[in-house]
Nanobody
């Protein structure tokens, strides 16, 4: 059974940091592209960051470049999103996605709130 379980979200003050984790199971993790998406209330889901298999390329949305870092540990089937210099606009539910055509798996999301 495929599972993606995000954790690490919460309330943080502007300028603070959080590290999101996504634990994967039930598929050949190292062969999948892993991504983080987010969806703010009332807005469409957007791509935040992507990391290739087995960890070659990375790509980021312009809005998070220089502040967020995506990484993966294929030995643990984990993907991470280190977020720093957080802004109120980063408030959203963050989702983990694993994709390799034709497979497309999503987690349930973890909420991040940036507020003073």
């Amino acid at each position: 059974q495929v599972q993606l379980a995000e954790s690490g979200g919460g309330l943080v003050q502007p300028g603070g940091s959080l590290r999101l984790s996504c634990a994967a199971s039930g598929f050949a993790f190292s062969t999948y592209i892993m991504s983080w998406y987010r969806q703010a209330q009332g807005k469409e889901r957007e791509l935040v960051a992507t990391i290739g298999d087995p960890g070659g390329f990375t790509d980021y949305a312009d809005s998070v470049k220089g502040r967020f870092t995506i990484s993966r540990d294929n030995t643990k089937s984990m993907v991470y999103l280190q977020m720093s210099s957080l802004k109120p606009d980063d408030t959203a539910v963050y989702y983990c996605r694993a994709h390799r055509w034709p497979d497309d798996y999503w987690g349930q999301g973890t909420p991040v709130t940036v507020s003073s």
